[in-house]
């Protein structure tokens, strides 16, 4: 990222703070409990037929060949 360690360690020790991030194992970090439960919540939010239609309908106009969506789940 280009940013000085120093900053980015106080950044996560904030983070931290607010249990968004939680500290691992040999200096690592992962996402702390309420930010994968937000993330979760717009997944299950998340249309994307609804945000892919206008440009299936294009792609479809233009090559007048027929396209799907397949979501990526895990």
């Not at 991030?21 to 994307?48: W, Y």
């Amino acid at each position: 990222m280009g940013e000085p360690r120093s900053s980015v360690y106080r950044l996560l020790s904030s983070l931290q703070g607010l249990d968004t991030v939680e500290s691992g194992s040999r200096g690592t970090f992962r996402l702390g409990f309420p930010l994968l439960s937000l993330g979760t919540t717009v997944m299950e939010r998340f249309d994307e037929r609804r945000l892919a239609q206008p440009v299936m309908e294009r792609l479809h106009d233009e090559t007048a060949r027929r396209s799907s969506v397949r979501p990526a789940r895990p």
